[in-house]
Structure formats: structure tokens, C-alpha cells
């Protein structure tokens, strides 16, 4: 008895291991970190990397690796056994660091400035009503997408008038509307 209810209890926990562990999609960011390489390589690997709408991530020397869907420690083999098997490296090991970055901020003149819970189909148009959509004192015409650092400005009159120019949002993106000055 005292066997049977250690094995049920080991299943237990190696399924709820499996399960803490999400697939990952197309948005989210991991970060990989690589040894076993010679040292000056270990730069050209180390660091973030944010799976596209395919699902891919471009990882130096194997190009395109299918991510998504899958769990990190699935993708740490792959990326493993790949730069073997094309003779890159003959022992590297990778680790898989999953972020838990998943939210837009839209700050500024909205209703409801707040953190937006990112999903793959965001756009700004969404985002923005996720917050509520403008207070009366907004410029419509200069809002700001923060992304790693840079700043673009979108207009949306011309958003609306072409979804087209809707642009994609991506997780730890920042929304900032700015106050009209009229």
C-alpha cells in the first residue's frame, strides 16, 4: 500500500510540475543562456528573445527555431541537440528563463490608465480600450508606443479611418497619451 500511494504521489507531482510550466506563445519573452561554448560565444547567445506571430525566434547560427506552443525545457533540448547536429557546438547547454512580462501600461489620458492584460491579437486600438478609451482632454493625434526604449507616434484619426495602420502590440509595451494642448 505504502508503494502504491508513493507512486501515485510522484505522478502527482510530475504532472503539477508540468502544468506550473505553460506553453509558450506568440508575445512572450524568453531568455536564453548558453555554456559548455567558448566564451566569446556565450555574448552572441545570452539575452532576450520575443516570439513572433509565427512562433518562431531567430537564434544565432540555426536561424528560425519553433517555439510556440511548447515548454521551455522542450525548446532547451531542441536548441541543444540542433547546434550539435549541424556540428556548431559539440556540448553546449541551454537554459530556458521564461519572463512573466505580460502586460501593456497605457497611462496618460484614458479613463482607466492601468497595466492591460496582453493577449497575441493586441493592437493599439485594443489596448487603448481595454483602458477605457480617451477623457475629453485627450490628444488623439501624438499617442506615444514606448518599445525597448524607442518612441513611435500614432495618430488615431488616421487608425481609424485605415485599420490597416493599426499598429501590433506586444507584451511590456507603453501606451502614453499625451493631453491636448487647445
Keep these: 500500500m505504502k508503494i502504491f500511494s508513493f507512486s501515485v504521489l510522484l505522478i502527482l507531482l510530475t504532472a503539477c510540475g508540468a502544468w506550473a ?48 506552443g511548447f515548454l521551455p525545457n522542450q525548446i532547451q533540448e531542441t536548441i541543444q541537440n540542433r547546434l550539435i547536429e549541424e556540428k556548431i557546438f559539440t556540448h553546449p547547454t541551454i537554459t530556458i528563463l521564461q519572463s512573466t512580462i ?6 496618460g489620458e484614458v479613463k482607466s490608465p492601468q497595466r492591460v492584460s496582453f493577449t497575441a491579437d493586441m493592437t493599439l486600438l485594443s489596448a487603448l480600450n481595454a483602458a477605457g478609451w480617451f477623457t475629453d482632454f485627450a490628444d488623439q493625434k501624438h499617442i506615444r508606443l514606448v518599445r525597448e526604449n524607442k518612441t513611435t507616434l500614432y495618430n488615431m484619426k488616421a487608425i481609424r479611418d485605415n485599420p490597416a495602420l493599426d499598429p501590433k502590440i506586444l507584451p511590456g509595451d507603453k501606451i502614453v497619451v499625451p493631453q491636448s494642448w487647445w
Design 21 to 68: 510550466q505553460a506553453p509558450l506563445r506568440a508575445g512572450d519573452t524568453i531568455e536564453i543562456r548558453i555554456s559548455g561554448v567558448p566564451a566569446e560565444e556565450t555574448a552572441t547567445y545570452n539575452g532576450a528573445y520575443t516570439i513572433d506571430d509565427q512562433g518562431m525566434i531567430n537564434v544565432p547560427y540555426i536561424n528560425q527555431v519553433k517555439v510556440s
Design 102 to 107: 505580460r502586460f501593456v501600461d497605457v497611462a
